[in-house]
């Protein structure tokens, strides 16, 4: 396993070191890391628990070798998925105690305690948080789980992954509520993470894996050694895949098989995600890393990564620590304290979508509960003023309608009121003689009878109807009634006398002018009779002597005849002289021809 460890990055082995100089530089590199811890005021940690102490952390082969190196069956798939649980009933998790020994018989065997929680839903409930908050990983930061996860209101709260006991850095791949917090480069590591379709992922990723953004991780944490793969104890291919070479000290091997306080995280066949914790103190109580494989594949648990362990090792239960740290306490040995370490992994009531419930949240149990009465929606982004939606009279805020002007009501249903309009109906109107006035702007609708801004004024004489806009038809320009327009109307006392005023004025004002236009002087009269007679005296004589002359014509015309040549159509007269005969001579030419006839 070792060779096809150091052969599969392309490196050739290192050339052997003398014993003396390793174990020089072994114990140089040892008292650096001890003093270096006690300046920051930490406890020294047990290197059996750092795998790859004092080399820098994870191996040297690219994703390749993984892939190369493990079993056929596996094919080229280098990690397992599986569905996680996405049930809303019953509590988010439930941790169980249990005392169990290991190996179950044999006089080796030891009591061993510890905790298993099982997380329902993991893609809403479950987070992999950064030390002590936001931006820990980016400042070293290191805190114990309590005050982290305090910070988050973590139900249940362990350790999560390693760290540089120097620096406080953060190692491995980190993703925190879907955000890359640190990307180790294609460290091949055991990982842990959960996608957004919410696909629990466990295994060896490359870097293009980490960073797909198809279907992103939301949550990342790296550990050390896969210990279940698809309900099978994995360790002996984990430990080709991640052991780079073999260590001068605190090697691979004796950090898989030394006993100490263990975490690591998995699932069930149900999907749910399973958080173990196993107390000890290194070399003295606990597990083994085979041990504790084989303990978890009798739980059922499917696929499990190693995650911190050692000194690392914390649980936290509702704000409260539930087990044994194994460090002393820097101010009394007699007591034990919980290691201020780097990521956690946290429990957490459901998260909303989005997490503040666009601002308009309460967040209970992953679900928003909406203030105002009008927001709603999974989100409470979707302002609801009813089925009616303020009735398309209004604007639906967070207040309620906000009704146009004109109407009212808390869904902005009900017209103004008679006598009311504008914004909230709150102006009166302003028409007088019963005139409405428009609910929007006020404006006075006049009824019959009268007109004016605020129908104010009756229709003048010979109008009616509303806003007096018709003419009367009544004959001699009578007028009619305002109202109905009806010539037969009948006035009070008071406007018919001063219609009978009016009338004999106005008669009395005809005569007047009809005398004026019309009439003659005596004078006048004479001149016009006296020249009308002599016209017709005029006339008498010139007619009289038209007759006689008329007669006389007649007489002469009767006795000869003048005869007048046709003249032809094309040329003068052939004969051009004029005949003239007698009546008298002609009836004698036609006397004697009847004498002369033998008829």
């Given amino acids: 396993m070792a060779a096809c460890g150091a052969a599969g990055g392309g490196r050739g082995r290192r050339r052997p070191v003398p014993a003396g100089r390793a174990v020089l530089a072994a114990a140089l590199a040892a008292l650096g890391w001890l003093q270096a811890a006690r300046g920051a005021g930490s406890p020294p940690a047990d290197p059996l628990l750092q795998p790859y102490f004092p080399s820098r952390h994870g191996p040297h082969h690219h994703h390749r070798h993984v892939r190369d190196c493990q079993p056929l069956k596996y094919g080229n798939v280098t990690h397992e998925a599986w569905p996680s649980d996405n049930g809303t009933g019953g509590p988010v998790a439930?941790?169980?105690?249990?005392?169990?020994?290991?190996?179950?018989?044999?006089?080796?065997?030891?009591?061993?305690?510890?905790?298993?929680?099982?997380?329902r839903n993991p893609l809403r409930t479950f987070s992999v948080l950064e030390p002590g908050g936001p931006g820990g990983c980016q400042a070293g930061r290191r805190a114990t789980v309590e005050e982290t996860a305090k910070l988050r209101s973590c139900l249940v709260a362990q350790n999560g992954g390693y760290f540089n006991m120097e620096t406080g850095e953060c190692l491995g791949n980190v993703v925190s509520d879907g955000k890359l917090v640190r990307n180790s480069g294609g460290l091949q590591n055991a990982q842990f993470g959960i996608r957004q379709d919410g696909t629990m992922v466990f295994g060896y990723l490359s870097e293009e894996d980490v960073l797909d953004q198809a279907n992103p991780f939301v949550q990342l944490v790296s550990g050390v050694v896969w210990l279940l793969r698809d309900g099978?104890?994995?360790?002996?291919?984990?430990?080709?895949?991640?052991?780079?070479?073999?260590?001068?000290?605190g090697t691979f091997d004796k950090f898989i098989n030394v006993i100490s306080a263990r975490t690591a995280v998995g699932h069930d066949s149900q999907g749910q995600l399973?958080?173990?914790?196993?107390?000890?103190?290194?070399?003295?109580?606990?597990?083994?890393?085979?041990?504790?494989?084989?303990?978890?594949?009798?739980?059922g648990i499917i696929n499990a990564i190693n995650l911190d362990g050692g000194g690392s090792a914390t649980l936290v239960l509702n704000g409260t620590l539930a087990s044994y740290p194994s460090e002393h306490c820097s101010f009394d040995n007699m007591w034990r304290c919980p290691r201020s370490i780097s990521t956690v992994v946290c429990v957490h009531e459901p998260a909303c979508q989005p997490a503040d419930c666009s601002g308009h949240r309460q967040c209970l149990a992953g679900q928003c509960h909406c203030h105002g009465g009008f927001w709603s929606g999974p989100a409470c982004d979707t302002l609801d003023c009813g089925p009616a939606n303020c009735s398309q009279h209004?604007?639906?805020?967070?207040?309620?309608?906000?009704?146009?002007?004109?109407?009212?009501?808390?869904?902005?249903?009900?017209a103004c009121a008679q006598g009311f309009y504008g914004d909230a109906c709150t102006q009166k109107c302003q028409c007088h003689h019963g005139g409405s006035c428009d609910p929007v702007n006020g404006t006075c609708s006049c009824p019959a009878g009268y007109y004016g801004t605020s129908c104010e004024q009756e229709c003048p004489m010979g109008w009616y109807g509303p806003n007096c806009q018709q003419p009367c038809a009544c004959e001699h320009a009578c007028p009619c009634d305002r109202e109905t327009g009806s010539c037969n109307v009948t006035y009070g006392l008071a406007i018919q006398d001063q219609l009978n005023r009016a009338g004999r004025c106005w008669a009395s004002q005809n005569k007047g002018r009809s005398k004026e236009k019309f009439s003659l002087s005596e004078r006048t009269w004479v001149s016009v009779t006296s020249v009308l007679a002599l016209l017709l005296l005029i006339s008498a004589?010139?007619?009289?002597?038209?007759?006689?002359?008329?007669?006389?014509e007649r007489q002469r015309e009767s006795g000869c005849y003048l005869y007048q040549p046709l003249r032809e159509m094309n040329g003068d007269a052939a004969h051009p002289s004029t005949s003239v005969a007698c009546e008298t001579e002609d009836t004698q030419d036609q006397s004697q021809a009847l004498l002369q006839s033998p008829g």
């Fill in 94 to 119: 439930t941790t169980r105690t249990f005392v169990s020994y290991i190996p179950p018989s044999g006089q080796g065997r030891r009591a061993v305690y510890g905790h298993f929680t099982f997380v």
């Fill in 232 to 249: 099978e104890v994995y360790i002996s291919q984990s430990r080709a895949a991640e052991c780079d070479e073999i260590q001068t000290t």
């Fill in 274 to 299: 399973v958080l173990v914790h196993v107390d000890g103190q290194t070399e003295s109580r606990g597990v083994n890393l085979w041990e504790m494989a084989e303990f978890l594949k009798q739980q």
């Fill in 394 to 414: 209004g604007l639906c805020t967070q207040a309620g309608c906000l009704c146009d002007a004109g109407w009212t009501g808390s869904s902005c249903s009900e």
């Fill in 541 to 552: 004589v010139g007619n009289a002597g038209l007759c006689l002359r008329v007669r006389a």
